[in-house]
């Protein structure tokens, strides 16, 4: 069963939508919906479901999140149809339900069921921040478009807007 689902187009696919889908055995499909019968790759690199993918404004990677204690970022290359795993990341309690990437593609977040969200520098995998906040699982992370602000929201019933690594503004 399909658990978490991501569409994009990348620059090289001449306008031609691209569809990351996750799933309850912990595989991820990537398909160009020219061809929907047939993946251009199929991987598994989580062992439980995958339910959260976000995938990066350039379009060559992305990160992952699931039911198990991983937290995965990987990289695409449409030419080649493939993904491979660029960094595997394990958590000491098990359960990721949302990631997120800011649009400027240096910071990723993932939210926890371990009531936190954990931050990441994007590009070399390395964590930031692990923010306490939430006092219930975390649902989803989100980022805003001018890459300012961060939202989590948890079953606590809150969301949380936090101003963490702001982008350097060039004069």
């Known amino acids: 069963m399909c658990m978490a689902v991501q569409l994009f187009c990348p620059p090289e696919s001449q306008g031609f939508l ?22 251009l790759t199929s991987v598994k690199f989580h062992s439980e479901p995958v339910l959260s993918l976000s995938i990066a404004s350039s379009c060559d990677g992305g990160i992952s999140g699931g039911a198990d204690d991983k937290i995965v ?5 449409h030419s080649a149809g493939s993904c491979t795993m660029r960094k595997e990341i394990t958590l000491e309690r098990p359960g990721v339900s949302g990631t997120s990437i800011r649009p400027d593609g240096k910071i990723a977040a993932t ?37 300012e602000l ?15 690594y702001p982008p350097h503004k060039s004069l």
Do not use: Q
């Not at 595989?27 to 919906?33: N, R």
């Open 18 to 39: 691209h569809v990351l889908a996750g799933y309850e055995d912990g595989s991820m499909l990537l398909w160009d919906i020219r061809n929907a019968k047939i993946p």
């Open 73 to 77: 970022m990987y990289n695409l290359n």
């Open 111 to 147: 939210a926890g069921w371990d009531h936190r969200i954990r931050v990441y520098n994007y590009r070399k995998g390395n964590a930031l921040a692990i923010l306490k906040y939430h006092r219930a699982t975390c649902n989803a992370v989100s980022y805003s478009p001018d890459c």
């Open 150 to 164: 961060m939202a989590s929201a948890s079953e606590d019933a809150t969301v949380a807007l936090w101003k963490l």
